[in-house]
T-cell receptor, first 113, second 107 residues
């Protein structure tokens, strides 16, 4: 597709369950970013990939959070043993080497009951 | 003190007014981004700038590196400009976000 896509668009889960969020970046974009936006709050940086390497994981809030990227394509963000405080919109963005402009996906709204 | 501060937090304007949103930051940066978040939650990147000024349609963004300050201007504002405008600073690897400015343009 032409833009960044994310799936699922909405996810409701029970506390303690694991969830996996997917991001498909724009084809050819080597950089991929994950962000989180809690209700009524600003965006928080989670992790950055250059290719399939993650040189900056400093934003991951706990060891329950992990992310992978296959080559320069799909990335998955996994949250284990979800907690209610994990409820947020998880946004993915990608950018190319030629320009640092980040293109955002529509986000995944995660609700932990 | 937040690393990125925006002002005002909320802004209501009449259609046609000239609007300015300000962003001040306290960290060293390689670039500053202005983002627009629509009521449905979608985010669009408006500008990325590291010096000077950029213009796109009715939007103008300026940055003063020495003063660590940027402004986003909207000329001839329109109700469809109503959104949250977010300033973000940092490098290509990590961005620190301001809390956003909620803009409402009334017809």
């Amino acid at each position: 597709g032409a833009g960044v896509s994310q799936s699922p668009s909405n996810k409701v889960t029970e506390k303690g369950k694991d969830v996996e969020l997917r991001c498909d970046p724009i084809s050819g974009h080597t950089a991929l970013y994950w962000y989180r936006q809690r209700l009524g709050q600003g965006l928080e940086f989670l992790i950055y990939f250059q290719g399939n390497s993650a040189p900056d994981k400093s934003g991951l809030p706990s060891d329950r959070f992990s992310a992978e990227r296959t080559g320069e394509s799909v990335s998955t963000l996994t949250i284990q043993r979800t907690q209610q405080e994990d409820s947020a919109v998880y946004l993915c963005a990608s950018s190319s080497l030629r320009t640092d402009t980040q293109y955002f996906g529509p986000g995944t709204r995660l609700t932990v009951l | 003190k937040n690393e990125v501060e925006q002002s005002p937090q909320n802004l209501t304007a009449q259609e046609g007014e000239f609007i300015t949103i300000n962003c001040s930051y306290s960290v060293g940066i390689s670039a500053l981004h202005w983002l627009q978040q629509h009521p449905g939650g979608g985010i669009v990147s408006l500008f990325m700038l590291s010096s000077g000024k950029k213009k796109h349609g009715r939007l103008i963004a300026t940055i003063n590196i020495q003063e660590k300050h940027s402004s986003l201007h909207i000329t001839a504002s329109h109700p469809r400009d109503s959104a949250v405008y977010i300033c973000a600073v940092g490098s290509a690897r990590q961005l620190t976000f301001g809390s956003g400015t909620q803009l409402t343009v009334l017809p």
